[in-house]
C-alpha cells in the first residue's frame, strides 16, 4: 500500500511541478592557488554612513593565497569604481591576476568589468547565487571589517571613518591567520613586520637581523620558501576539510537520456505567487550530472 502511494505522489503532475525538491549537488573543485596574487576574491561592504569625504561604501579584494587584504573607501558601488580600483590598488601594487572570484553584483558583471577581464586575459570566476559560501575569504573579510569599524565608530555615526580604514587593513594584515599559520605580511614579505600591537607595547626592532646582504637575502628565500609551502599545506587540509563536511548532506544525481524531468519557472518568484515552481513534463535528450 505504502509503495503504491509512494509510486501515484511520484508520478502526479501537480505535485511535481508544484512541489520543490531541493537536492545539493556534491562540492565541486575548490580554487587552490599555489602562490601570491595569482587568485583574488573581491567584495563591497556597506552603504556606511556618509563621511565628510563623501565615501559611503568599501570595497574589499582578498588574496586567496596569502589572505592578503586591500581596501579602498568610495562613493558609490558602481562599475567605475570597482575598475579604478582594481588597476590603482591590486594590478598596479601586485601585477595582473589570473582569476578573480565575485558575486553577482551589479558592479561585478556587467560588459565593461567582462572587456577589462578579457584585455587582461584573466579568468572571472562567479560565486554560486544565494550561498555566499562560495566566495568566504571576501566574507569573511567583510564581517572583520564591520566588526572592527563598529568598536572603533561605535555605531558607524562619525563622519570620518574612511580615515581609520589604513590603520584598520595594517591590523588586518599583520594579524595571525589561523588556517596558514602566520600573518598575511609574513606570507608575502618573508619576515614580520612592525604591527600596531608592537608600537603599543615598545616592542623593539631586532636591528640585529640584518647581518650583510649575503646571509639576509639567504635567509629570507629559505624562509619564504617554507612559510609558503606550510602555507599551501594548510590551505590544501582545510578545503579538503571543508568538502567532506559539506559533501555529508550532498546527493550526486545523473539525468540519463530519455529520463523525464521539469524544468524550474524563473519567471515564478515569491512566496506569494500562484504559478507553479516547475514546468514539464519535458524529456531530456542528453546525460547530465548534477
Same mark, same amino acid.
Given at each position: 500500500?505504502?509503495?503504491?502511494?509512494?509510486?501515484?505522489?511520484?508520478?502526479?503532475?501537480?505535485?511535481?511541478?508544484?512541489?520543490?525538491?531541493?537536492?545539493?549537488?556534491?562540492?565541486?573543485?575548490?580554487?587552490?592557488?599555489?602562490?601570491?596574487?595569482?587568485?583574488?576574491?573581491? /567584495?563591497?561592504?556597506?552603504?556606511? $554612513?556618509?563621511?565628510?569625504?563623501?565615501?559611503?561604501?568599501? +570595497?574589499?579584494? @582578498?588574496?586567496? #593565497? %596569502?589572505?592578503?587584504?586591500?581596501?579602498?573607501?568610495?562613493?558609490?558601488?558602481?562599475?567605475?569604481?570597482?575598475?579604478?580600483?582594481?588597476?590603482?590598488?591590486?594590478?598596479?601594487?601586485?601585477?595582473?591576476?589570473?582569476?578573480?572570484?565575485?558575486?553577482?553584483?551589479?558592479?561585478?558583471d556587467n560588459i565593461e568589468i567582462k572587456k577589462m577581464f578579457s584585455e587582461i586575459n584573466c579568468k572571472k570566476?562567479?560565486?554560486?547565487?544565494?550561498?555566499?559560501?562560495?566566495?568566504?575569504?571576501?566574507?569573511?573579510?567583510?564581517?572583520?571589517?564591520?566588526?572592527?569599524?563598529?568598536?572603533?565608530?561605535?555605531?558607524?555615526?562619525?563622519? /570620518?571613518?574612511?580615515?581609520?580604514? $589604513?590603520?584598520?587593513?595594517?591590523?588586518?594584515?599583520?594579524? +595571525?591567520?589561523? @588556517?596558514?599559520? #602566520? %600573518?598575511?605580511?609574513?606570507?608575502?614579505?618573508?619576515?614580520?613586520?612592525?604591527?600596531?600591537?608592537?608600537?603599543?607595547?615598545?616592542?623593539?626592532?631586532?636591528?640585529?637581523?640584518?647581518?650583510?646582504?649575503?646571509?639576509?637575502?639567504?635567509?629570507?628565500?629559505?624562509?619564504?620558501?617554507?612559510?609558503?609551502?606550510?602555507?599551501?599545506?594548510?590551505?590544501?587540509?582545510?578545503?579538503?576539510?571543508?568538502?567532506?563536511?559539506?559533501?555529508?548532506?550532498?546527493?550526486?544525481?545523473?539525468?540519463?537520456?530519455?529520463?523525464?524531468?521539469?524544468?524550474?519557472?524563473?519567471?515564478?518568484?515569491?512566496?506569494?505567487?500562484?504559478?507553479?515552481?516547475?514546468?514539464?513534463?519535458?524529456?531530456?535528450?542528453?546525460?547530465?550530472?548534477?
Amino acid at each position: 500500500m505504502a509503495s503504491t502511494i509512494k509510486e501515484f505522489v511520484n508520478n502526479c503532475d501537480l505535485c511535481n511541478r508544484a512541489n520543490t525538491k531541493t537536492i545539493k549537488p556534491p562540492l565541486g573543485k575548490n580554487i587552490v592557488p599555489e602562490m601570491s596574487f595569482l587568485v583574488w576574491a573581491l /567584495d563591497g561592504a556597506g552603504p556606511f $554612513p556618509i563621511t565628510s569625504s563623501g565615501n559611503r561604501y568599501v +570595497l574589499v579584494g @582578498v588574496d586567496l #593565497f %596569502s589572505s592578503l587584504v586591500v581596501l579602498k573607501c568610495i562613493p558609490a558601488m558602481n562599475t567605475e569604481n570597482t575598475i579604478k580600483f582594481l588597476w590603482e590598488n591590486i594590478i598596479a601594487y601586485y601585477g595582473l591576476p589570473e582569476a578573480v572570484l565575485t558575486d553577482h553584483g551589479s558592479n561585478f558583471d556587467n560588459i565593461e568589468i567582462k572587456k577589462m577581464f578579457s584585455e587582461i586575459n584573466c579568468k572571472k570566476i562567479y560565486s554560486s547565487p544565494y550561498n555566499p559560501q562560495c566566495n568566504g575569504a571576501s566574507e569573511n573579510k567583510v564581517k572583520i571589517l564591520k566588526k572592527i569599524l563598529s568598536h572603533s565608530c561605535g555605531k558607524l555615526t562619525q563622519v /570620518d571613518w574612511d580615515e581609520k580604514i $589604513p590603520l584598520i587593513m595594517l591590523s588586518m594584515n599583520s594579524s +595571525l591567520n589561523t @588556517v596558514r599559520k #602566520f %600573518s598575511s605580511f609574513t606570507i608575502v614579505h618573508g619576515f614580520s613586520g612592525k604591527s600596531l600591537a608592537d608600537l603599543q607595547f615598545n616592542k623593539p626592532t631586532n636591528l640585529n637581523y640584518f647581518d650583510g646582504y649575503d646571509s639576509y637575502v639567504t635567509r629570507l628565500i629559505q624562509n619564504i620558501c617554507e612559510i609558503h609551502q606550510t602555507c599551501l599545506n594548510e590551505i590544501k587540509i582545510q578545503r579538503s576539510k571543508q568538502a567532506i563536511q559539506y559533501n555529508k548532506d550532498s546527493k550526486e544525481t545523473l539525468i540519463a537520456s530519455g529520463d523525464i524531468v521539469y524544468c524550474r519557472d524563473t519567471t515564478s518568484v515569491g512566496r506569494k505567487s500562484t504559478n507553479y515552481s516547475f514546468r514539464g513534463p519535458r524529456i531530456k535528450k542528453t546525460n547530465l550530472k548534477c
